[in-house]
């Protein structure tokens, strides 16, 4: 009994590791194409991609058109 129940949380530990690699990998490959993505819906004036990720909608609003600020840079890179 001691036996299966070693290697029953054996199997579930490895299990987990190799699902949250899994999905660490996946997540990681992927982000780059979102952040384009993201970034290519603000430029276009997407409302709902600047909700989305939390900026403020009178400022978006009020952007001036061209290229972004340093500043604008420096708040959406986090």
């Known amino acids: 009994m001691a ?3 070693g290697l ?3 199997m579930r530990n490895l299990g987990g590791a190799i699902g949250l690699a ?3 990998s996946v ?3 992927r982000s ?3 952040g384009q993505e993201i970034a290519d819906r603000l430029r276009a004036g997407d409302v709902e991609a600047a909700k989305f990720i939390g900026l403020s909608l009178q400022a978006f609003a009020a952007r001036p058109d061209g290229p972004p600020s340093e500043a604008v840079q420096a708040m959406l890179r986090r």
Do not use: Q, R, W
């Open 3 to 5: 036996d299966a129940s």
């Open 8 to 10: 029953f949380n054996l």
């Open 22 to 24: 899994l999905i660490d």
């Open 27 to 29: 997540i990681y490959g």
């Open 32 to 34: 780059a194409m979102h």
